[in-house]
């Protein structure tokens, strides 16, 4: 069986789906792996480390994605790469198909087996393929980095000749795998953190982690069976703001994560709570492509309302190419090799990772 790993083609996208480590476990499980020329450049990983892995690298693009059985990407594939992608094959990615049901038509209409990680069931059986939280983990320690090197200020706590500086006060919004990253970069660099999140449960990793957290009485189920949170009702979101704008008024940095799966993300900080807050404090929204934790956040750039800096980066991953790249190329080769049974893709829809990751196959759409 033939692995297809091609150069991911969209704008800032630096990661790449393989790197040489991980091509050493594909191929000690009897897989042939094609890597295009230059793919892993852009992730620090150059030509000479995947053939030293055992990989070919195919520097015609064509070549490659004709004679791939598996075509692994990061990004959702471009309409041009499905139409290069052989009939029948397979395909893994990082994307998220009910954004894309044009893609979706395409991908069955090619009879590609696509499988997305976006949709991986968070089952302990499937945590090392879990590409959400590998790549929330760089996104969360990223944030934190925006935000230093935006704010005017130290982070930790200085006693020098020229002066006693306090410790920076960082709060953060969303506990989840993002948050608590972020946390605990924070942390590492010095900071007082305080965090808050609509899931009660997570007050335990938050306080692990040397950060306090915010209680606010929810009075509803905020949390699905799934451990996911839940849009709150109007009263309670309503009190959460009020709640928030106190908070974030003492903040010199914010770092907002908050996702709920499927949908917008909650709005947390509104204009009003922006203009409460001090001259030089930073908001990093890690929330800004999925519309924003904050109603000042303008996707892709840097706002400024009163002195605050709002930051709303997309595709923080890609900024941390190699780290991101490993972690992403030990998600995918997990899923691949449980989907592939002596050399030959093995596919079980009663297996949950199996059949929940599965958007096409065989012509039929399985997850518009
Ligand atoms: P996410 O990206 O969907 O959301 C980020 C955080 O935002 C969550 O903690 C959520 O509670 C919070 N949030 C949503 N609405 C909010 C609001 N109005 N106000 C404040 N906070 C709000 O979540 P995630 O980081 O992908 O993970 C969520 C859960 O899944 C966590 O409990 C995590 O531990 C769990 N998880 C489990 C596994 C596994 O068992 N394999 C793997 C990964 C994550």
């Known amino acids: 069986m033939k692995v297809g790993v091609p150069k991911e083609t969209a704008a800032n ?14 191929v000690k499980g009897g897989l042939e792996v094609l890597v295009e020329h230059g793919a892993g450049d852009r992730a620090f990983c150059p030509d000479d480390a995947y053939r030293a892995a055992g990989a070919t690298v195919v520097s015609d693009r064509a070549a490659l994605f004709g004679q791939a059985d598996v075509v692994l990407k990061v990004q959702a594939p471009a309409p041009a790469e499905v139409g290069l992608c052989r009939e029948g094959a397979a395909l893994v990615a990082l994307f998220q198909p009910g954004a894309d049901p044009t893609l979706v038509q395409q991908l069955a209409a090619r009879k590609l087996t696509a499988f997305s990680l976006v949709l991986l069931p968070r089952i302990t059986r499937a945590q090392p393929m879990d590409a959400l939280s590998s790549q929330a983990t760089v996104a969360g320690y990223k944030a934190v980095l925006l935000a230093a090197s935006a704010s005017g ?8 000749a020229a ?3 306090p410790p920076a006060r960082v709060l953060v919004l969303g506990a989840g795998v993002a948050g608590l990253q972020a946390i605990a970069t924070a942390r590492r660099l010095g900071a007082v953190v305080s ?3 609509v899931r009660p449960a997570v007050k335990e990793q938050v306080e692990s982690l040397g950060a306090s957290f915010l209680a606010m009485e929810i009075g509803e189920a905020a949390e699905t069976a799934g451990g996911y949170a839940k849009e709150l009702s109007e009263e309670t979101h309503r009190r959460e703001l009020a709640f928030i704008a106190g908070h974030v008024r003492d903040a010199d940095i914010v770092i907002t994560t908050a996702q709920i799966p499927g949908k917008r993300a909650p709005i947390l900080i509104t204009h009003e709570a922006v203009a409460g807050m001090k ?6 929204d890690l929330a800004a492509e999925t519309g924003g934790n904050c109603e000042a956040t303008e996707p892709g750039t840097e706002a400024h309302r009163n002195g605050v800096a709002i930051l709303g980066p997309v595709n ?4 941390l190419p190699l780290h991101a790249s490993q972690m992403y190329a030990k998600n995918v080769s997990s899923f691949l090799l449980h989907v592939v049974k002596d050399g030959r893709l093995a596919l079980d829809f009663n297996d949950p990772i199996t059949r929940d990751t599965c958007v096409t196959h065989a012509g039929e759409v399985r997850h518009p």
Request: proline share 11%; glycine share 8%.
């Open 13 to 26: 996208e630096r990661r790449v789906a393989l790197v040489p480590e991980t091509v050493g476990r594909l």
């Open 153 to 160: 200020r130290f982070l930790p706590m200085l006693v020098t």
């Open 163 to 165: 002066g006693t500086l």
């Open 195 to 197: 965090a808050f999140d």
């Open 279 to 284: 001259p030089g404090s930073v908001i990093v």
């Open 316 to 319: 923080l991953p890609a900024t």
